[in-house]
């Protein structure tokens, strides 16, 4: 399972490292230690938060987003598998964005729930590109 720093976390998040910093202190972000002692967060937990992070209603939490060159970086929250087709769930920010695409892309780029990756759109065509 693929894990990140704080900083990581905080960037995914659209917060400052300073706020993901706190919100571990306070118990909000689950973390550990690697083997370097440096505090990580699991993938799996930061999908988990990211998703209810944005379903708060604080508003204050929200930093106003805009996209540059419609690239949106995120998390993979869900990857729902179908005999031929796959729907990809990323959440950027308080952003969620859905992306059907073949079974084989998701499998070629290993995407699985915890990972990041950048939704990229064209119109109404999500992409996605494998951090």
Not at 62 to 72: E, L, Q
């Amino acid at each position: 399972m693929q894990s990140y720093t704080i900083g990581q976390a905080a960037r995914l998040l659209g917060v400052s490292p300073d706020t993901a910093r706190r919100w571990a202190d306070a118990g909000r972000i689950v973390t550990h230690r690697d083997a370097s002692g440096h505090r990580v967060v699991q993938g799996e937990d930061l999908a988990a938060f990211s998703v209810e992070l944005a379903a708060g209603d604080d508003a204050d939490d929200h930093p106003s987003y805009t996209s540059v060159r419609n690239a949106f970086p995120g998390i993979v929250t869900a990857v729902k598998l179908g005999d031929v087709a796959a729907q990809v769930e990323i959440q950027a920010g308080p952003h969620r964005l859905v992306s059907l695409l073949t079974r084989e892309a998701v499998e070629e780029l290993g995407l699985e729930v915890g990972m990041e990756a950048t939704a990229r759109v064209k119109s109404t065509n999500v992409h996605i590109d494998r951090a």
